[in-house]
């Protein structure tokens, strides 16, 4: 084979030399004899001859391509080559699962980046090894992204089916995201059709995650692809259902259900038998839902390891009955995350008996709501000695203390605690290394006592948040970081005030830099996000 190639090469050399001097000596003679008597023959044989040169260099371009794929797979040329084919599939699928969300869960309630998702798309367009290892790796076409009303619908829809395909039979991850705001933030564009949705249709469809993000309601179109992906989903597949829906003003939450039953006071029905519908919900260990929800009767709720119920927003959560809440938990005796931001109504009676469910590897528990009654779902829990990162919302009670008492928190974080010194919690919890004080802009009432009356300081602490206070006294926020050895300092939305002759913005800034070995100082600018979005996200 190298034989042939040394001796085409020597040939198409030889060649070319001839060609470029014989069309060398043909523009020479032209320039000296300026014979006219042949010109239209000359000319026609010269726009011929441009004809084939432009199809000669296609043609080397062709021959190029094969022999840079050669170079660029040489290890020797290449040292990434070096790697063998699984272990750079691998590496692909790091690069595909670290990409950014469409939806932005960590900002806005419902904002989106407008573009979709680069890879792997871009990983088979590098060269000819890559894109052989991308297109022969399924793993890196799961995940399928379909926009709504927006501008990038009919571009996500074909970039879908070309992924659906590509998949095979892998566990698909879909993602229906509505990122309309209306006038002003995202232009409207009409509801794209999404009626043939076959490009899903399997046999029976083997669907790991479905996520849903709408900020507008929830139109026809996106009732049908909802109801096309459950009703076609595999069953004991579906690990994931995340709900982003902030519904409409007149109908504040919904539940999903079979068409057998109806809950609440607007359901979506899927056209299913309840206990088809209950076997696919059956397999799920990850719940967030905001908006529309399996009833709280489903076994759904059954063995989660994450449920997150509502969001911290003025419309979709719905209320949850104390009974019920109670269910899920010993349903679900392995869960690590637990976030409520909706209403427990109907609490026990006071001569029913309170029947604590022990969750042993609980690790992130979110009550900071204002919807929500930190001391009556806590005394519903016993959690074991796994680190604990924990956000209550109001004034503890001797409820809440008690549970700081047999937990192992790490991580605190009080909301709008008043006239509660912080102090309290700190003696509470030892191994505290963690403490967010969010004032909530309620700073009138905010108490920011760190000695207790008996001289007791409690643990020392690593990272130390002061949020949404609009002032504070600088001699106060130096005592608390002193006194607690801080050594990571965070100020959000929050004025410092300093009792200084010299009150400029400089020397705020320095006093504040100094106070201990890191400080982020956030206050003066509103495009900051929120410190605490990655203990809210959703």
Not at 242 to 267: C, E, M, N, W
Not at 505 to 526: A, N, Q, T, Y
Request: proline share 6%.
């Amino acid at each position: 084979m190298l034989e042939d190639l040394r001796s085409a090469s020597s040939a198409l050399s030889e060649a070319l030399d001839h060609y470029v001097n014989t069309c060398a000596k043909l523009r020479d003679r032209y320039f000296e004899e300026r014979a006219t008597d042949k010109l239209d023959e000359l000319l026609n044989c010269v726009a011929n001859e441009l004809q084939l040169v432009t199809s000669y260099e296609i043609k080397l371009k062709q021959a190029e391509a094969p022999i840079k794929a050669v170079r660029n797979n040489s290890p020797v040329a290449v040292p990434i080559s070096r790697l063998p084919p699984e272990m750079l599939a691998r590496i692909f699928q790091i690069v595909v699962d670290d990409q950014p969300e469409l939806y932005d869960a960590a900002r806005d309630p419902f904002v989106a980046s407008l573009s979709l998702p680069k890879y792997p798309e871009r990983l088979s367009h590098v060269c000819f090894g890559w894109r052989h290892i991308a297109l022969t790796t399924p793993s890196l076409w799961t995940r399928i992204d379909v926009v709504m009303n927006n501008s990038l619908g009919l571009r996500s829809l074909a970039r879908a089916k070309v992924h659906a395909e590509r998949a095979g039979r892998s566990t698909l991850d879909v993602y229906m995201t509505d990122p309309n705001l209306g006038p002003g933030k995202i232009s409207y564009h009409k509801p794209n059709d999404f009626e043939d949705c076959s490009f899903l249709a399997f046999p029976k469809t083997r669907m790991r995650s479905l996520n849903l993000t709408s900020s507008c309601g929830l139109s026809d179109s996106h009732h049908r692809f909802i109801c096309y992906c459950i009703m076609n989903c595999a069953e004991q597949t579906l690990k994931q259902l995340v709900v982003r829906y902030l519904p409409d003003q007149g109908t504040p939450y919904g539940f999903i259900v079979s068409a057998d039953s109806r809950h609440g006071p607007k359901s979506l029905e899927i056209d299913l038998p309840e206990h088809s519908l209950e076997n696919i919900w059956h397999s799920i260990t990850t719940l967030r839902l905001t908006g529309m929800y399996p009833y709280w009767t489903s076994r759904a709720y059954h063995q989660l390891v994450d449920l997150r119920i509502g969001r911290d927003v003025l419309i979709g959560r719905a209320p949850i009955s104390e009974a019920q809440l109670i269910d899920i938990l010993k349903a679900s005796p392995r869960l690590k995350i637990f976030h409520v931001h909706s209403a427990v109504t109907g609490p026990l009676t006071h001569g029913d008996p309170i029947t604590s469910v022990r969750l042993e590897e609980l690790e992130s528990l979110n009550l900071s709501s204002t919807q929500v009654n930190p001391s009556q779902i806590l005394r519903l829990i016993v959690p074991g000695s796994r680190p604990l990162q924990l956000s209550i919302y109001g004034r503890p009670t001797d409820v809440v203390e008690h549970f700081l008492l047999r937990s192992n928190v790490t991580q605190l974080r009080l909301v709008a605690w008043g006239t509660y010194p912080p102090i309290n919690a700190l003696c509470l919890c030892p191994n505290l290394q963690v403490l967010v004080l969010d004032v909530f802009g309620i700073v009138g009432r905010a108490n920011f006592q760190t000695v207790s009356d008996d001289h007791s300081q409690g643990a020392d602490l690593r990272s130390l948040y002061i949020l949404r206070c609009p002032r504070m006294q600088f001699i106060g926020l130096q005592q608390i970081v002193e006194r607690h050895s801080v050594h990571e300092l965070t100020l959000w939305n929050t004025h410092i005030m300093i009792e200084d002759e010299d009150r400029s913005e400089f020397v705020r800034r320095s006093k504040i830099s100094g106070l201990c070995p890191v400080v982020h100082d956030l206050s003066s600018s509103l495009d900051d996000p929120d410190p605490m979005n990655s203990w809210d996200f959703f």
